[in-house]
Each structure stands twice: as structure tokens, then as C-alpha cells.
């Protein structure tokens, strides 16, 4: 038998080796060894895994034999972030602020998507009750800059792709910084305190939706933050959920702290470019006294709230299709009702956290407890690994990690079950340190290689824990 031929056929039963048997052939003899490191093989492998691998992150002195090399320190790394063990981390301690810190974002991420499988260059940016703004280095622990004092911070977003960091103090003034220095760019002063912030791009044009604590949502365009509308959306109660559908053409504002109110869909043109002669567009969702609301990442214009049921006064979680029927006179919003399932939640807790992974799986937590439900309101998941209530949750495509007062970070991991579909897996815990200095994690963020956390001080100083995983 020619050669090829039988190299062609080695390498059409590999491919239905897992790659543990893979590496395992390749030390048979030369010819299964050359089989076995065929690159269309690893990038087939791959591509299974991942939906996207640059092969560039691995620097050009493993170009050589690239796929099995970005396979394999890409699983080391993953196997790393999925046990937790001592060893396959670092941790360090960000201190600096003086008061509580009141939100922390990434402003430079290692993203899924396109990790750096030999280094990360993560910033992440703290806001606190002090009045600074700073900006970290994750792997190196190091502040990179901090802002002026000013008023008490109540709030802070980033634009990765801009370099932009948008704040809100307690008067109500709103200012973006630039990422890179922290200088000061723009202001705008919304007035009111307690405003809730969202960043959204529309045909390339930048745009920031202020909802304010007297109930409307203002919105401001490009660096300069110009004004570009107002609308009350909940009289005097303030706008605490704030969210943009991943098409963005439509924004849900509401607030948590009032049963009777319901949340309104706006059409974000109506906000972006008003019309003088015009209302702007907007519908309220049929339901009252929201908790939590989410867009379905993966969907146009599909909205989940958590809210209040009519007259057993319990929760339920209930899926909305928003869209928009135009005709020759006039415009409507249309609020299609999808799925409604009841909730077994504590109805005098108001801290409801929800996030959605995809067209089919929801995250939930309340108190000490976390679920995974499908849209049609199968219970996938409950895990109830925290002693007090959980304060924060991040989620992205590897894992969910939820920050307790307990101190503790509970990580979990996807995972693709055959009966189930996608649901989660308790992975470990991670440890904020003493209890005599602390009081517990406050906010959680994290990007593909690292989790970061806000420590509640006892002296009232409160510091940042970073864990970043390496390959």
C-alpha cells in the first residue's frame, strides 16, 4: 500500500479519537506520530471546542505544529480555571481607596472570543464612595492611574472598544474619562442622584442613556455628552433597571421600588433622534413591580423580568418578543408575550440578580441561592453553596461566578448535559481572607482568565482581590 495512502487513512481514524488518544497514537511510531500531528486534525479539534482561536496569541515561535499547541495550552489553561487548585493562580490585593467601592468594570478584558494564551494586559477600573476612580493592572497588581477627588462616586461603565470610562456622583454628575490616562474628557450634570448608566452604539454613533432618581432617562450623545432627550418613564421613583436589547432598538427602563409600576419599552430612536413634533415611542410591559429585567444576548429584541404576580403577590419570570409594526400613519410597539413560569423566591427580598446565557438558558439568584432555568421554565440547576446572601454575579461563556457576604466566591462551570441541554457545575470556592478585616464581597467581575472582587472593609476602606489564571 502506497504511503499516502495509508497516512490518509491513519488520519481519517484519528479523527475519531478524543485528543487524550490522539497524543497518546502519536508515540506509536513515526508514521502514526506524523499522522497524529496533522494540523487540519487539532484544528478540527478546535473548532469543536471553541467558536473562534487566533493562533497569533501564541507568538510566532510556535507557529510550528500551532493548532495542537494553542489546543493544548488553551485546555491546561481552562483545566486550571475549572479545579481552582493553589498553584494554578495568582491572587493579589488592590489597595488604594478609602471609602466602599461602589462598581468595578473592565476597561481591557481577555475575551473568550480571542484570549492571550501567554499573557493578559487586563485593566480593570474601581469606583468608590471616596471619590477616585483607578485603574489596575490585574497581572501585575499595580495602580495605573487614579482621577482627582471629587464627590462621593455612585456609579461607573466602560467602552472597551472607545477606551471611554463613564462615572455618576452623588449630584448627579455625569463625566467620561479616557481609559488609557484617566484625564477627564466631558461632563454633563443630570441632577439627580442615584443615576443608573448604559452605553450603547447605534450605526457607529456613541450614546449614553442616564436614568436619574427622579424617574426619567436622559441621553446624551458622542464625547461631549450633548443632550439629546428626556423621558419620564416612573414619576418620582428612580430608574434603577436600565438595559439595551442586543439589536439596539429598544431600551426597558423601570424601577425595583415600587410594586405597582410596570417597566417601559422605549424605541431607542426616539431617544437618539427625537422628533420635535413627537412623543417618543414607548409601551409599558404587562407586568408590575419588577425586580430584574435581561435581553436575551443571543436574540434581537427578547426581554425577561422577574416581577410581581397578581393577586398571590409571589414572583414569576416572564419572556417578552419586542417589535415594531409600522404602517402608512403611524408606528406600535408590539410586547408579545413568549413564556411565564412561576418562581420559588422569597417575596420580601428585593435583591434579585438574573442574566441570561443564551436563547435558552437564564441565571438567576436571590438570597444564599442560585438557578439555571430554560425560557420555557424548566429547572435546570439550584445550587445553594453560599452562608449568606449573594451580593453579585458575573457570567460569560466559560463560567458564572457569584460573590457572597459570606466572603466567598463560588465558581461554576458550563457544561453540556445530554438530557438537560446547558447547564452549570459546581466547580470551587474562592476566599476573600479574613473575616476581622471584612465583611464580604460587595461586586464580582471577570474576563476569560481572571475574577475580580470588591472586599468590604470593616475600617470602611474596602480593596480589590484579583485572580488570574495562567497557561
Not at 497518546?24 to 479539534?45: F, G, Q
Not at 435583591?351 to 438567576?364: F, M, T
Not at 444564599?368 to 424548566?378: D, F, H, I, Q
Request: aromatic share 8%.
Amino acid at each position: 500500500m502506497e504511503p499516502t495512502l495509508i497516512s490518509d487513512c491513519l488520519i481519517h481514524v484519528f479523527t475519531f479519537l478524543p485528543e487524550g488518544d490522539l497524543i497518546s497514537a502519536s508515540t506509536v511510531c513515526k508514521d502514526w506520530y506524523d499522522a497524529a500531528n496533522t494540523p487540519w486534525l487539532w484544528r478540527r479539534l478546535c473548532l469543536q471546542r471553541w467558536t473562534f482561536c487566533n493562533l497569533h496569541v501564541l507568538g510566532t515561535e510556535h507557529m510550528n505544529n500551532s493548532w495542537k499547541m494553542y489546543f493544548l495550552r488553551r485546555c491546561h489553561l481552562e483545566t486550571k480555571m475549572g479545579k481552582g487548585r493553589t498553584g494554578g493562580y495568582t491572587c493579589k490585593s488592590l489597595r488604594g481607596h478609602t471609602g466602599s467601592v461602589v462598581g468595578l468594570v473592565y476597561l481591557q478584558g481577555n475575551l473568550a472570543q480571542n484570549p492571550d494564551l501567554r499573557n493578559s494586559s487586563a485593566t480593570v477600573c474601581s469606583a468608590s464612595s471616596d471619590g477616585t476612580v483607578r485603574a489596575w493592572s490585574i497581572q501585575n497588581g499595580e495602580l495605573l492611574w487614579c482621577t482627582p477627588v471629587q464627590d462621593p462616586l455612585s456609579n461607573i461603565i466602560t467602552d472597551e472598544q472607545r477606551d471611554v470610562v463613564v462615572t455618576a456622583d452623588s449630584t448627579g454628575l455625569i463625566k467620561t474619562w479616557r481609559g488609557s490616562t484617566g484625564q477627564e474628557v466631558a461632563s454633563f450634570p443630570a441632577g439627580s442622584p442615584h443615576c443608573t448608566l448604559l452605553q450603547y452604539d447605534v450605526n457607529d454613533d456613541w450614546f449614553l442613556t442616564v436614568g436619574t432618581g427622579g424617574g426619567s432617562v436622559c441621553t446624551l450623545a458622542d464625547s461631549t455628552l450633548s443632550k439629546k432627550s428626556s423621558v419620564k418613564v416612573c414619576d418620582t421613583f428612580r430608574v434603577n433597571i436600565l438595559k439595551v436589547s442586543p439589536n439596539k432598538k429598544w431600551i426597558v427602563a423601570g424601577t425595583k421600588d415600587n410594586d405597582d409600576l410596570s417597566p417601559k419599552v422605549i424605541y431607542t430612536e426616539s431617544l437618539t433622534t427625537p422628533s420635535e413634533d413627537e412623543d417618543p415611542l414607548c409601551r409599558a410591559v404587562p407586568v408590575a413591580g419588577c425586580s430584574a429585567a435581561v435581553f436575551v444576548p443571543t436574540q434581537p429584541a427578547r426581554l425577561a423580568v422577574v416581577h410581581q404576580t397578581v393577586p398571590s403577590d409571589n414572583k414569576a419570570l416572564t419572556v417578552f418578543d419586542v417589535s415594531i409594526k409600522k404602517s402608512k400613519y403611524k408606528s406600535e410597539i408590539q410586547v408579545q408575550q413568549v413564556e411565564s413560569f412561576p418562581l420559588s423566591l422569597n417575596t420580601w427580598s428585593s435583591r434579585v440578580l438574573l442574566e441570561a446565557k443564551d436563547s435558552n438558558c437564564l441565571v438567576l439568584s436571590c438570597e444564599r441561592e442560585l438557578w439555571v432555568y430554560s425560557l420555557k421554565g424548566a429547572l435546570l440547576a439550584n445550587f445553594k453553596e453560599h452562608t449568606m446572601s449573594i451580593a453579585s454575579i458575573c457570567l460569560d461563556s466559560f463560567r458564572v461566578v457569584t460573590a457572597s457576604q459570606d466572603l466567598s466566591l463560588h465558581v461554576l462551570t458550563w457544561k453540556n448535559d445530554r438530557d438537560a441541554g446547558l447547564t452549570l457545575e459546581s466547580r470551587y470556592h474562592l476566599l476573600g481572607g479574613s473575616h476581622t478585616m471584612s465583611r464580604g464581597f460587595t461586586h464580582v467581575a471577570c474576563d476569560y482568565t481572571s475574577i475580580v472582587a470588591s472586599v468590604e472593609g470593616t475600617n470602611g476602606k474596602d480593596v480589590l482581590k484579583a485572580y488570574f489564571f495562567t497557561s
